[in-house]
């Protein structure tokens, strides 16, 4: 029960973090110099065509009233086939009295996220990009998988390679083994990822020819091929860190009075090691896993854009320089949204795995 | 930034014992035949991408690039840069240059199959100039009888385009207009598909009379973009190849790396380091073109705020320049520019000498304008600390590390103020806003009115948004630019352009200093490719012939 209550004000918690971000987002942006219209129509544009640009994008109306426009649709109830036959009697109306005006289809920049009764929706909109002149929504939708699938093939190799060689280097202790490591985890975490990357390009695609250079696939397979460069190379540069996490914490723990009250009961030195070495860094590792999982779902921009993996990484970038506010809105929701969520769940597994946090909180 | 990445890439790729030289070209299957074979895909890529390819909104230079495959043009401009006939099969210019009338093709169909006719031609035009389109360049076409009714929603027709017969159409200008048929050429007056219907929409499937059509499927959006031959296109034989793969947002090492196992067949990003080894390198030499200068680059000086409301400190500062150490830069990419119009634009005189590096002639201008400056011992100069408005990633931002250097010699210190490229447009535009900043500007068409009329006619200063980035106001200038949208005398028309030219290199709005081209390079197997003078990758007749019919695969074309 304590369990749920927690999760519950934690969910609330999340949600009203993610509010505030997005909001934020939009005010900062619409305080920034520079005119997206502009962006948009490019530097030779003439003053009226970027007027016809701007009504277009809806940049000549009040932030005040952008901002309405913004709440209101950001996650609603809708019932699209209704609102559809109601917005073809009002064009027939328009058409007959000659005055009609060209206006968007209702509903055409939502995002579906779950059918309710009653043919009922329940949609999340970001708008239209003012680059993209696509729904952001879709845009999102369509890449935040692919994002979020680099993140966990990213993370599972930072943890098989880190927790591997944290583990060897703890085990070996002081010895050249040990220094081997943390000079090769030093020198990974050091290496900026743009270069990691170039390197692995230059030895496993054009060198080796093992694997392509970059892009996406267009086949299970292919998609398999295409993410193991980029993975690897978010690989490398977080498995120094758990390399380094899993060694401290196993060091750390092989020395508590628990471990030498195992061995002298007759525990192996392997036993001891996994048994309960392993598993009391377990939770370490799981929130900084937790916590790496959540930005790197939101988009890893440099991997992303040397390896053209069409993720949320490069996405967000390029709005930001162009100021595509809705854009920028969307990515930041969702990478606002990841983080959060995998802090929450982090939260709660960790309350849920932490016996003494729980009877902290009944009390 | 990719010049820097190219660089260190390079520097631990050598430091690692790995190879970085380059490979010999792929050569050719049968050099010694001149007739084009048909068949092949040509793949090149860019490391910008595209928004769309509605020739109603495409408004950037990679999106046009693709979108003359889809799109023909009434008219276009040939590969000596001429007008010449295209989905027009001739046109009259009547009524002393206010009516134009075209004569259509015949034998066109759209990708649809659909027919290409006069009305059809009328829709798409009133479609690109509809209010609701979002076209950045629909006020190019204001001159048309009827525009402002029209985007102003009064009326539902564009009148000044009249159908004469299902083969016949005449536009109407409100006044002469010797620059008129140039824009027929641009994006927006590219006809497109009864699919299109009259009014824009984000979603509509690209579909023209062009070579190449797009296939569903055939745009990844920020991935690449397929195009495949038009079977029904209008010109009997081309194009040659099968199809056409653009791909998008690739760095200039990964471009390298394709080209070189033959994944590319045309690359135009290098590395600053790589255009060197390519320039340098005689197995490539006869694999290189170099595209046509349609950038020119140039300070901006505001001659509405001190100091450069002085002319004598403009020509202090345009003789102080020296652009050769510009075109250090990118040395295979930027060529010495002095003058207002560029160089593949009729008009542009080589024979001018436009501005010119003098450094004493520039302590002398600084001594006129009351500013003396000693450069022995430092002392004088202007007073004050100029700002200089640039933004990072670009050319720009090392070549305004050059003017602080260069114009601290003549008693000039300027401080430079990088900002974002979006926060760089709106106050570089701004009056009032800005002292000196970096300026280019690219012809849409070659005409010189398309680039003095929005860069140095008073009409073109705004409060905002003003192209007219120095504000500057010339009388006697605004009526030869006037005079010359007038004449249809080619020759009497260039003579006002090169007086227009001299009285901008001595008044000194901008300092001009370098013009853009491309450096291209193309393995040996693609053959009948030339540099356009207008349109960028043109490979409207180009050719494969591969040694090997063996391609490796790059994703679409599998």
């Known amino acids: ?363 | 930034m990719f010049s820097i990445r190219g660089a260190s890439s390079s520097f631990l790729l050598g430091l690692l014992g790995c190879d970085i030289a380059l490979p010999a070209p792929l050569p050719a299957g049968h050099p010694e035949e001149v007739a084009p074979r048909t068949g092949g895909t040509l793949r090149y890529a860019s490391f910008g991408d595209i928004r769309s390819l509605d020739p109603a909104r495409a408004n950037d230079g990679v999106a046009n690039s693709v979108v003359i495959f889809l799109f023909s043009a009434l008219i276009d401009f040939d590969q000596k840069g001429k007008l010449a006939p295209e989905l027009a099969e001739r046109w009259e210019v009547l009524d002393g240059g206010t009516r134009f009338r075209f004569f259509l093709r015949q034998d066109v169909r759209f990708h649809d199959g659909s027919p290409f006719t006069a009305a059809e031609m009328k829709r798409s035009l009133e479609r690109a100039l509809h209010p609701a389109t979002p076209n950045p360049s629909a006020s190019y076409y204001r001159n048309i009888v009827g525009y402002e009714l029209y985007t102003g929603k009064k009326v539902p027709h564009l009148d000044g385009i009249e159908v004469e017969g299902t083969h016949v159409l005449s536009i109407r200008l409100t006044a002469p207009d010797a620059a008129f048929l140039p824009l027929m050429t641009l994006p927006p007056a590219r006809p497109v598909c009864p699919s299109a219907g009259a009014t824009f929409r984000d979603d509509w499937p690209p579909c023209g009379t062009g070579p190449f059509q797009l296939r569903e499927g055939g745009w990844a959006k920020g991935q690449y973009v397929r195009v495949v031959r038009n079977p029904g296109y209008f010109v009997s034989g081309l194009p040659y190849l099968d199809a056409i793969e653009m791909h998008f947002l690739m760095n200039p090492p990964t471009q390298r790396f394709k080209f070189e196992v033959g994944e590319l067949d045309f690359v135009r990003d290098f590395t600053h380091a790589d255009t060197i080894r390519f320039a340098r390198d005689r197995r490539w030499q006869d694999s290189i073109t170099r595209g046509p200068d349609l950038d020119i680059y140039g300070e901006s000086l505001n001659t509405e705020m001190p100091p450069f409301d002085n002319v004598e400190v403009r020509r202090a500062v345009a003789a102080a320049l020296d652009r050769k150490a510009f075109t250090a830069v990118r040395p295979q990419n930027l060529s010495i520019h002095t003058s207002a119009i560029p160089a593949s634009t009729p008009g542009f005189d080589p024979a001018f000498k436009g501005q010119s590096f003098d450094l004493q002639g520039a302590l002398e201008h600084m001594r006129r304008a009351g500013f003396p400056y000693d450069p022995k011992t430092g002392q004088g100069g202007y007073p004050k600390t100029i700002p200089y408005l640039v933004y990072p990633l670009g050319i720009h931002e090392k070549t305004g590390q050059l003017v602080q250097q260069q114009l601290s010699r003549i008693g000039i210190r300027i401080e430079l103020r990088l900002v974002s490229w979006a926060t760089y447009l709106s106050l570089s535009q701004r009056q009032g806003a800005v002292t000196m900043s970096p300026q280019g500007w690219q012809q849409d068409f070659p005409d010189p009115s398309g680039v003095l009329d929005p860069l140095f006619s008073s009409t073109s200063i705004n409060a905002t948004e003003s192209s007219n980035s120095a504000f500057y106001r010339n009388p006697t200038l605004d009526g030869l630019l006037a005079r010359a949208h007038t004449e249809f005398d080619p020759q009497r028309r260039s003579a006002i352009y090169g007086e227009c030219n001299r009285i901008l290199a001595d008044d000194a709005p901008w300092a001009f200093t370098t013009s853009l081209h491309a450096f291209e390079v193309r393995q040996p197997h693609v053959r009948g490719y030339a540099p356009h003078p207008v349109h960028s990758f043109n490979f409207s007749r180009t050719w494969l012939d591969r040694a090997t019919t063996t391609v490796p695969s790059m994703g679409p074309s599998r």
């Open chain 1, 1 to 363: 029960m304590n369990v749920l209550k927690h999760a519950v004000g934690r969910i609330f918690w999340a949600l009203a973090v993610v509010f505030a971000v997005a909001s934020a987002s939009f005010f900062l942006l619409n305080a920034l110099p520079g005119d997206p219209a502009r962006v948009v129509a490019g530097p030779q544009a003439r003053p009226e065509d970027l007027a016809r640009v701007r009504e277009e994008l809806q940049l000549d109306q009040p932030i005040v009233i952008r901002y309405g426009l913004f709440l209101r649709t950001l996650g609603h109830v809708a019932n699209p086939k209704a609102d559809a036959e109601r917005g073809q009697v009002e064009k027939e109306r328009e058409l007959k009295s000659g005055l009609e005006k060209p206006k968007r289809a209702a509903h055409a920049t939502c995002q579906r996220v779950a059918s309710l009764a009653g043919g009922y929706e329940f949609h999340v909109d970001f708008g239209r990009s003012y680059q993209h002149r696509a729904p952001v929504a879709k845009v999102i939708f369509e890449r935040y998988p692919r994002s979020l699938a680099l993140a966990i093939a990213g993370i599972f190799l930072q943890l098989v390679i880190g927790v591997t060689l944290g583990a060897i280097a703890a085990a070996k202790k002081g010895t050249w083994i040990d220094r081997f490591v943390t000079s090769l985890t030093s020198l990974a975490v050091s290496a900026p990822t743009f270069l990691t990357a170039v390197l692995l390009q230059y030895l496993f695609a054009h060198r080796f020819r093992l694997l392509p250079l970059d892009g996406f696939g267009d086949t299970f397979a292919g998609h398999v091929r295409s993410i193991a460069l980029p993975a690897l190379t978010l690989g490398l540069y977080g498995a120094a860190y758990f390399a380094r996490l899993t060694r401290d914490e196993l060091i750390t723990l092989m020395s508590q009075d628990f471990v030498r009250t195992a061995r002298a009961k007759g525990a192996s030195r392997l036993r001891a090691f996994v048994v309960h070495g392993l598993r009391g860094a377990l939770l370490p590792l799981a929130t900084a896993a937790g916590l790496e999982l959540g930005a790197l779902a939101s988009g890893a921009a440099v991997t992303e854009s040397i390896f053209r993996w069409p993720g949320l990484g490069h996405l967000g970038v390029e709005a930001v320089l162009n100021r595509d506010g809705p854009m920028v809105i969307g990515v930041v929701f969702v990478a606002a949204s990841s983080v959060v969520i995998a802090t929450a769940a982090i939260d709660i597994f960790g309350y849920w795995l932490h016996p003494l946090a729980r009877a902290k909180s009944s009390n």
